[in-house]
Nanobody
Framework: QVQLVESGGGYVQPGGSLRLSCAAS????????MGWYRQERGKQRDLVAR???????HYADSVKDRFTISGNNANNTVSLQMDGLKPEDTAIYFC???????????????WGQGTQVTVSS
């Protein structure tokens, strides 16, 4: 079973920085995409950043020029560097992985347990 473990969340003042990391394991295979989503308290889960096919990064408009997603295929890790954090960035951040299952001829999605990011003075 695929497992995703996030780390790096915490408390930071507005304008500060945090770096989130996610390690994937358990039958990932070679055809997969990873990214980050977040969910504010009482709201839906929304995209933050993800890799598209061809390792092209895609960002939500709200985090462009502030967040940077990076990946390491060698150890199946994805990171999110968050700079210029704002109070509205406060949320639980979830690591995301989508893999291609050739035996089922379908994509499957997996989620981490989430890590809390709190931006407040």
């Amino acid at each position: 079973q695929v497992q995703l473990v996030e780390s790096g969340g915490g408390y930071v003042q507005p304008g500060g920085s945090l770096r989130l990391s996610c390690a994937a394991s358990g039958g990932i295979g070679s055809s997969y995409l990873m990214g980050w989503y977040r969910q504010e308290r009482g709201k839906q889960r929304d995209l933050v950043a993800r890799f598209e096919l061809g390792s092209v990064p895609h960002y939500a408009d709200s985090v462009k020029d502030r967040f940077t997603i990076s990946g390491n295929n060698a150890n199946n890790t994805v990171s999110l560097q968050m700079d210029g954090l704002k109070p509205e960035d406060t949320a639980i951040y979830f690591c995301y992985l989508r893999k291609w299952d050739s035996s089922q001829f379908s994509w499957y999605e997996y989620w981490g347990q989430g890590t809390q990011v709190t931006v407040s003075s």
